[in-house]
């Protein structure tokens, strides 16, 4: 599957608006994303996001969707920019001007509102340490791996398998398999 910026922007707004539409720090809205993924996959079999997981200092993190949050991917024709501001120092939140009822999150569904409503209960109040520690912590999520000031891979199969997904090695084939579609229609 291919990642889609759009998304991920609206599943960022989302989470902006659960917050009373005002700026999250980066670090906790990068933790809401992996958590929200990882519960997806818990649930449905598969993830909110198609992105690449790879574990860093910090605990574990959707990649692209963590660039485009550093402005490191600048696609005018993502759509990004059209529910998420640019990164002001250790927050990131809804473009300026930008009004909660008008934002059409139509990339997101029913169910992934759902659960991003979920995660929002459960973890919305914690703070950005508190998230990271919990990530770091094997008892909640045994697939991140301490990559020792760098990063490390992190397949989605080892996620589907540490949420107890029987069909992991099935699903996360078939994710690789529409990745390799994707890639080549793009080329096209």
């Not at 094997?138 to 397949?155: F, K, Q, Y």
Request: aromatic fraction near 10%; charge should be negative.
């Amino acid at each position: 599957m291919k990642f889609n910026a759009r998304k991920a922007a609206q599943t960022i707004a989302y989470l902006c608006l659960k917050h009373g539409g005002r700026p999250l720090n980066v670090l906790k809205v990068v933790k809401l994303l992996y958590i929200a993924d990882r519960e997806s996959v818990r649930q449905r079999g598969f993830p909110i996001q198609q992105d690449r997981y790879v574990s860093m200092p910090h605990g574990p993190v959707n990649s692209m969707a963590y660039a485009f949050i550093d402005g490191f991917c600048d696609d005018p024709e993502s759509g990004w920019s059209d529910f998420v501001g640019p990164r002001r120092g250790y927050v990131v939140g809804l473009p300026d001007g930008a009004v909660g009822e008008q934002l059409d999150l139509d990339e997101l569904s029913a169910a992934e509102r759902r659960i991003l409503d979920e995660v929002w209960q459960r973890f919305g109040h914690m703070g950005h340490y508190q998230l990271r520690d919990w990530t770091h912590d094997r008892a909640n999520v045994p697939e991140w791996e301490d990559p020792n000031g760098s990063s490390r891979d992190l397949p989605l199969v080892r996620m589907m398998e540490a949420v107890g997904r029987q069909d992991a090695r099935e699903r996360s084939e078939y994710a690789a398999d529409m990745a390799a579609v994707d890639e080549m229609f793009a080329s096209l």
